[in-house]
């Protein structure tokens, strides 16, 4: 039993460092105006392999047994772990690094080179502006959609819809999300060579992907509602938050990309914290509260000061 913990353990700690490594590699392989799609693309690739996940474990499960869902899923890694290693080796001559002039072209940004890591300046990076718009809206955005995630189907049991009922309203959200999350990083690269500074694009669809949430969850609040009146604003309020894909999940690739691994993990750490504490207090105001009421205000004032953050912290030149 001790040796299965240990493989678990190590089997989240390589899915721990799989986003920073990739976004390392956009940030060395694709060219600044092309990054926004990839970062949104992968991201919602990410969306899909979660829901097929859900959708097909109990099945496995059930048939096959609960050893299976290990077998196959880490089986299919390790079969793609070959074709991504050859595609990966013939992108080695494309590396953007040389070319830095045309990989990022607002004035905000200082272009430096690659550094190993006792060179990472540490204090430097935690005392700059910018990173903290990235902590603060990673935590602010994430919190409204780990509480929302994870407490949905009780907020539906609580309106009278029971659980074997909720299967359509609670796969719509993160449908929609996928789908705005996909072609927000089409449209944010767009406008980025249209000559649209990047700084501007990201204030834009930050402020899109925090503030339309907020209003759909005031409305909630608000508004007499019936059942369908109320999943179609918590799916809008779910979907548009993935307008941030273009906005702090890509930023750091604009002000340091040079550091784009480091930067990602320190603002996926803040973002997934959420995950625990949020879900754990948003349980615990439940239990002693039972007001939805308040969980929804929560997650607004999570939003509003990220947006706030955004618009004071996500600006001007960076020089690590």
Excluded at 177 to 206: C, E, H, N
Excluded at 257 to 268: D, E, R, V
Aim: charged share 10%; glycine share 8%.
């Amino acid at each position: 039993l001790g040796w299965e913990y240990a493989f678990y353990i190590f089997g989240l700690v390589g899915e721990g460092i799989s986003f920073p490594a990739i976004h390392d590699i956009i940030a060395n392989y694709i060219l600044h105006e092309d990054q926004s799609k990839s970062v949104s693309i992968i991201t919602t690739s990410s969306y899909i392999g979660t829901v097929l996940a859900n959708y097909l474990t109990p099945i496995i499960v059930t048939q096959l047994g609960w050893e299976y869902a290990f077998y196959i899923f880490g089986l299919v890694g390790m079969i793609w772990c070959l074709p991504w290693s050859l595609l990966l080796n013939l992108s080695e001559n494309n590396n953007i690094d040389e070319n830095n002039d045309d990989n990022n072209n607002d004035d905000d940004v200082d272009i430096q080179e690659d550094v190993s890591f006792s060179e990472i300046p540490w204090k430097k990076i935690f005392q700059t502006k910018q990173i903290w718009a990235i902590i603060i809206n990673q935590w602010c955005g994430s919190y409204g959609f780990y509480v929302l995630l994870n407490w949905i189907p009780s907020f539906y049991l609580s309106k009278g819809l029971e659980l074997e009922n909720q299967g359509l309203f609670l796969m719509l959200p993160f449908l929609f999300q996928g789908i705005i999350g996909f072609f927000s990083g089409f449209l944010a690269d767009k406008l980025l060579t249209k000559g649209v500074s990047p700084t501007k694009v990201r204030q834009i669809f930050q402020h899109i992907g925090m503030i339309f949430p907020a209003i759909f969850l005031s409305l909630i609040i608000i508004l007499p509602l019936n059942i369908y009146q109320i999943a179609g604003l918590l799916t809008l309020a779910i979907g548009m938050n993935a307008f941030t894909l273009s906005g702090v999940s890509v930023y750091h690739l604009d002000i340091a990309p040079q550091y784009s691994s480091i930067l990602f993990s320190i603002g996926n750490t803040f973002g997934n914290l959420p995950g625990i504490i949020g879900v754990y207090f948003t349980g615990f105001l439940i239990d002693n509260y039972n007001s939805w009421e308040i969980i929804f205000l929560i997650a607004i004032f999570n939003y509003l000061i990220g947006s706030v953050a955004w618009f004071l912290l996500a600006r001007g030149k960076v020089s690590l």
